[in-house]
């Protein structure tokens, strides 16, 4: 089973960018198609991004689309979420997750790492 440790996480004005990082194990990360959720309180968790095995396409929520960026990096087993133009509504634990089909999280969960947008 993948091990996932989220970092990046922290507090940060509006307006303001972060980059998360998801660190997986296992040989195989290169076939993983890998992505981002998040959580709120008393919310759902929903969708943010993911990215393919080997073209690395992308795709997004409607909610990010043109402020975040999702990327990863096949040789440090890393998948990465750029996060700029930070909104309040952005506020949330975010998890990755190693087995995403279309926007359904079918893989295991990290600990997750807390995003603070302050106002």
């Known amino acids: 089973q993948v091990q996932l440790v989220e970092s990046g996480g922290g507090l940060v004005q509006a307006g303001g960018s972060l980059r998360l990082s998801c660190a997986a194990s296992?040989?195989?990360?290169?076939?993983?198609?890998m992505g981002w959720f998040r959580q709120a309180p008393g919310k759902e968790r929903e969708f943010v991004a993911a990215i393919t095995r080997s073209i690395g396409s992308t795709y997004y929520a409607d909610s990010v689309k043109g402020r975040f960026t999702i990327s990863r990096d096949n040789a440090k087993n890393t998948v990465y979420l750029q996060m700029n133009s930070l909104k309040p509504e952005d506020t949330a634990v975010y998890y990755c997750n190693a087995e995403v089909v279309r926007t359904s999280p079918l893989g295991s969960w990290g600990q997750g790492t807390q995003v603070t947008v302050s106002s």
């Open positions: 296992g040989r195989s990360f290169s076939s993983y198609v």
